[in-house]
């Protein structure tokens, strides 16, 4: 199901993640749900859900890194 706020979102989002990253993982899960709604649309057997929170993980790991078990910028990393 689509998110409607950062609120919403898994604990395992929330409670681990910056809010722009938060912002970030919503607006792709968000989007992925609706692209994979088809199961054509998906290479493997797993559910529409499982596929989009893989899809918003993947695009938070794109601008954040963990760091001494926070996530940060990557770009305000060394």
Known sequence: ?????NVDLPDSVTNNLPH???DIYKATFN???EEYKK???RRTSETRE??????????????YRK????WVEKSKTP
């Open 20 to 22: 722009h990253a938060q």
């Open 50 to 63: 499982q596929v989009s929170h893989k899809v918003a993980w993947a695009a938070v790991k794109q601008k």
């Open 1 to 5: 199901m689509p998110y409607a706020s």
């Open 39 to 41: 199961p054509s649309n």
């Open 67 to 70: 760091k001494d078990d926070k």
């Open 31 to 33: 989007s992925a749900f």
